[in-house]
């Protein structure tokens, strides 16, 4: 079964540093999408950033980065220029590109990222 | 503007009511779910419904019930909860064809509290 952890509970970092959130998962297959999803206090799920695993090149989206090592199983999040807006609980998330009849995205416990002014 | 709306966005009840949680997606997807969301908790992915097909989850208790008479539209009906119930009600929906998928789309969720 595949499994996602996020190591830290909790992260802070002063407004406008870069920081890094950690992700790691454990999986049998070779074709699979990683995310990562962020959770204000709104409760609203946002999709932050996508990678599909067969893509060696990283996905960026604008403030938003991944370092994906395939091999290691280790799929993290750089957030550049961190802005106040981005204080939220952020999930890395698992999902198979194979469609089979218990389809599901898994996710880790997440991290909550504290934003410092 | 989210393309997956639920309602209620808060919800009280007692162990003895029944009551249902409703979930409407625009997105034109194929797929939609329902995640359990509580405190220290990871998500729960409680059921799935993909191309129409429901696909069960055996740990979820038969006090939820869930429904989705179309591919639009998805009701969890829960009745004689328990106050360990009580948590976030999140309903996603995605599209799933020729066996790749697509990230999810969430709703605001349902604050459900139990009493």
């Known amino acids: 079964a595949q499994t996602v952890t996020q190591s830290q509970p909790e992260m802070s970092v002063q407004e406008a540093e870069t920081v890094t959130l950690s992700c790691t998962y454990d999986?049998?297959?070779?074709?699979?999408?990683l995310f990562w999803y962020k959770q204000p206090p709104s409760r609203q799920m946002i999709l932050v950033i996508r990678q599909e695993a067969y893509k060696q090149q990283n996905a960026t989206e604008n403030r938003f980065s991944v370092n994906f090592q395939k091999a290691a199983k280790s799929f993290s999040l750089k957030i550049s220029d961190s802005q106040l807006g981005d204080a939220a609980m952020y999930f890395c998330?698992?999902?198979?590109?194979?469609?089979?009849?218990?389809?599901?995205?898994?996710f880790g416990k997440g991290t909550r990222l504290h934003i410092l002014p | 503007e989210t393309g997956v709306t639920q309602t209620p966005r808060h919800l009280v009840m007692g162990m003895t009511n029944k009551k249902s949680l409703k979930c409407e997606q625009h997105?034109?997807?194929?797929?939609m779910y329902w995640y359990k969301q509580s405190a220290k908790k990871p998500l729960e992915l409680m059921f799935v419904y993909s191309l129409e097909e429901r696909v069960e989850n055996n740990s979820v208790p038969s006090r939820f019930s869930p429904e989705c008479p179309n591919s639009s539209h998805l009701f969890l009906h829960l009745h004689t909860l328990q106050p360990e119930d009580s948590a976030l009600y999140l309903c996603?929906?995605?599209?799933?064809?020729?066996?790749?998928?697509?990230?999810?789309?969430f709703g605001q969720g349902t604050r459900l509290t139990v009493v």
């Open positions: 997105l034109g997807h194929n797929a």
């Open positions: 996603a929906s995605s599209q799933v064809q020729g066996g790749t998928g697509t990230e999810a789309f």
């Open positions: 998330a698992y999902r198979s590109a194979r469609m089979n009849r218990d389809d599901k995205i898994i």
């Open positions: 999986t049998s297959e070779s074709d699979y999408y």
